[in-house]
């Protein structure tokens, strides 16, 4: 199992690079070399989140042992659900090493190396595959995170599709991101004379890791979307007609709140 998974993880691999090449090809040089590398890796890891959570929501659906039982208790293709996202997390690990520095990138390549860690192990051992399943819920959450950052960079805020990304994302939020990630933690806890001490200390991180960032993340969506009204940042075009600084002849307040860069 341990090398056929390897296999799926380099070919999911190569696929995600293959993908971050082709919209690369794909996407237009009208605007700033930053602005469509985060486009093309944001939509990359979009994809990503919707065939890993939908795969894991459609599989607990369809086989609740996974859940029952989350270390023994899978069919072979959940290994393969997992091993494609740990081929992700590679590639986008990659992406984010080739085109921003360090110091910009190291929280997301900190969450990346914790998470690959641990659906490695699964992949590695042939267990704990329902457990790594029941985390890629988190992944219907992300793909509302995904869709509102896309929503922003393409200066769509305030809008009705941003509204209803944003309100998606908080609504998703609990079910599939908080509830998973409570529901791993006790069952880590439970189960903690049964699992070697090495991995309830690795799962304790990643849990409390993502958990940690998930929380700030919803604060600063709550309070950017909802409790605090966006200003529509002025477009080129409107600086040509109207003038600098101004928005429909009155000046433009920009909200500066600073979000995680997939949120």
Aim: charged share 10%; net charge positive.
């Amino acid at each position: 199992m341990a090398s056929s998974g390897l296999l799926v993880t380099g070919a999911s691999f190569a696929a995600f690079r293959g993908l971050h090449w082709g919209l690369q090809l794909l996407l237009t040089a009208g605007s700033a070399a930053q602005d469509r590398w985060k486009w093309r890796n944001i939509c990359v890891s979009l994809v990503h989140s919707v065939l890993t959570g939908a795969g894991a929501l459609l599989g607990l659906s369809l086989y609740p042992q996974m859940a029952a039982d989350p270390i023994r208790g899978h069919p072979p293709w959940a290994s393969v659900l997992v091993a494609v996202s740990v081929g992700y997390f590679l590639a986008d690990g990659t992406d984010l090493l080739w085109n921003q520095t360090m110091r910009q990138a190291w929280e997301l390549l900190c969450h990346h190396l914790v998470v690959v860690s641990c659906l490695s192990t699964a992949i590695l051992s042939g267990h704990y595959v329902g457990f790594s399943v029941v985390s890629l819920l988190l992944e219907l959450n992300s793909a509302c995170l995904h869709l509102r950052k896309l929503l922003l960079l393409s200066h769509q805020a305030p809008s009705l599709a941003f509204s209803m990304a944003s309100w998606a994302t908080l609504v998703t939020l609990v079910p599939f991101r908080l509830v998973p990630l409570g529901w791993m933690s006790l069952w880590l806890f439970q189960q903690r004379q049964q699992v070697p001490p090495a991995l309830v200390v690795l799962g304790g991180i990643g849990l409390m890791t993502v958990g940690v960032m998930s929380i700030i993340l919803g604060v600063r969506i709550l309070v950017s979307d909802v409790l605090r009204p966006r200003v529509r940042l002025p477009t080129p075009r409107d600086k040509e007609i109207r003038g600098p600084g101004t928005c429909d002849g009155a000046p433009v307040t920009a909200d500066v709140s600073s979000l995680h860069k997939k949120d």
